[in-house]
């Protein structure tokens, strides 16, 4: 577990509630003042990020209300800029504006994105900021279509990679087919062995 991610997470009463339950001691170690590890995103941190079509994302609201909100797209929406840096485009969704307006007043979020085929998920922290720029938008919007209203970047903080536990199997409709298609072929192949063994032991040749 990185040290980054238990700085940020592990506040006085967290550490008095792993104290209580007796996981205290378990975690001493990442909080020691000689690691620093867990802030720069490395290569399986970038490719699980770039594979996924959603996140989640939690904003803080000016009344220190927790908002979260989903944000998806093809896989590669979320673009890793460099080791510490991530980015997305921002499209029009109902028009609330309740991330944007709670960024205005707060930079942090909180990210979690998930793999359910694989059961692997990734918490990230990090502090956003909301761009304008064309080029820059244009440069975070890879599909084009929709058009982004905004791009969001954000400079990570930390992040860790969360226990599998409990996180249930479901499958996009990509990974879905995909399957099925492993199964046909396997199939075909079973039933062309099938048919060849019943040919020899029958004496005919195919």
């Known amino acids: ?28 170690r990442v909080l020691s003042p000689e690691r620093d590890d867990g802030a720069e995103l490395g290569p399986r941190e970038a490719a699980f990020l ?29 673009r890793v800029i460099d080791r510490r840096t991530i980015g997305y485009a921002d499209y029009r ?27 692997e998920r990734l918490k990230l922290w990090g502090h956003a ?7 820059i938008v244009a440069f975070l919007n890879a599909a084009e ?11 990570v903080a930390a992040f860790d990679w969360n226990c599998p536990k409990h996180i249930p199997i479901r499958l996009t409709d990509t990974e879905r087919d995909e399957g099925i298609a492993g199964l046909r072929t396997r199939l075909e192949s079973l039933e062309r062995d099938f048919d060849q ?6 004496g005919k040749t195919l």
């Not at 909180?110 to 085929?117: G, K, N, P, T, V």
């Not at 279509?145 to 400079?155: F, K, L, N, S, W």
């Open 197 to 202: 063994r019943m040919a020899i032991l029958s």
């Open 93 to 119: 969704g109902n028009r609330q504006y309740i991330s944007v307006g709670n960024l205005r007043h707060d930079d942090r979020v909180s990210i979690i994105a998930i793999d359910y085929a694989r059961q």
């Open 129 to 135: 900021r909301i761009i304008e720029d064309p080029d």
């Open 145 to 155: 279509e929709p058009r982004a209203e905004r791009g969001i970047v954000i400079d």
């Open 1 to 28: 577990m990185p040290h980054a991610y238990a700085d940020i997470a592990f506040t006085p009463r967290v550490r008095d509630e792993q104290q209580r339950f007796g996981s205290a001691d378990a975690y001493a």
């Open 50 to 78: 770039t594979a996924r079509d959603g996140i989640y994302q939690a904003t803080v609201s000016e009344t220190g209300w927790p908002y979260v909100q989903f944000r998806g797209g093809a896989p590669g929406f979320l």
